[in-house]
């Protein structure tokens, strides 16, 4: 069983971007993709819980991580899935199943519906129809983010101020992988904080996703994990889609805020493993093996 973690790259738009994965590259494959302010590594705890069945490719989306940031701030969902279709067609993934949390949910659906033949299935993370428009909770975290940290216990106490119930681990992880000591002894961010905000601020209703006809539109088996404590995506919205597409199957995970696989890694495993232990993708899930 391959659980280390190891790391390539590819160029989408000119930029270098990197992917880590786990697993053994023989295995059904699954993409993560992490949200707005996020890191490849923040699925690196679901990714050790599944490597032993699967291949998992976490990619650090362009201006995070280690991925080149965008010179021309391109940082909307359009780019995104460009990035996720170059990532697909070079690692030749398919049929795979796309794992996204937030903005890698808008992803994962948008890519879901231009390319059904490519996917096995989805698991969306607290992401629906009119959650990026409503959630003024989002706008003022932008705003209110310090571009810079005194030092590293300033940077915890930041982190722990916006994600009030994740684990020590998680906030180490966030701590170590999307911030960074600059010369002076100053901790700033690895992401572009600046441009990402800037996209997303200026952003109108217009120009976001409408994701009610890729939802709509899909095909295949679906996990949608809401947080039970969720001020992001609405029960009423989540019972919608899985009204409107009866490939949606709809779970609260409790204790869960809008961050599901940090606030309750355990209780999002179990919800994700009996989906991909499941009937609907019994044959591609055990694809593969002896």
Known sequence: MATHAREGWITSDGLRLRYVEWGAHSAPPIVALH????????????????????????????GRGESDWDPERRYDASAY??????????????????????????????????????????????????????ADRIRRELLATPSEFRDWASAAAFWRSQRPNISEAALEARLRYSMRPRGDGRVVWRHDAEGIAQARLQATAD????????????KVPTL????????????????????????IVWQDVAGASHYVHDDNPDGFEAALDAFLSGPALAAWATAGRP
């Open 207 to 218: 120009q976001l996703v409408d994701l009610w006809p890729h939802v709509e539109a899909l």
């Open 81 to 134: 899935v460009r990035d996720l279709e170059v990532l697909a067609d070079r690692l030749d993934l398919a049929p795979f199943l796309i794992l996204g949390h937030s903005m890698g949910g808008t992803n994962a659906l948008v890519y879901a519906s231009r390319h059904p033949e490519r996917l096995a299935g989805l698991a969306i993370e607290d992401m629906g129809p009119g959650a990026s428009v409503s």
């Open 224 to 247: 949608l994990l809401r947080g039970a404590r969720s001020d992001f995506l609405s029960a009423r919205t989540a019972a919608e889609m899985s009204r409107r597409n009866p490939h």
């Open 35 to 62: 949200g707005l302010r996020s890191f490849a590594y923040t699925w690196e705890p679901v990714a050790l819980a599944l490597a032993g069945r699967f291949r998992i490719i976490s990619l650090d989306q362009r």
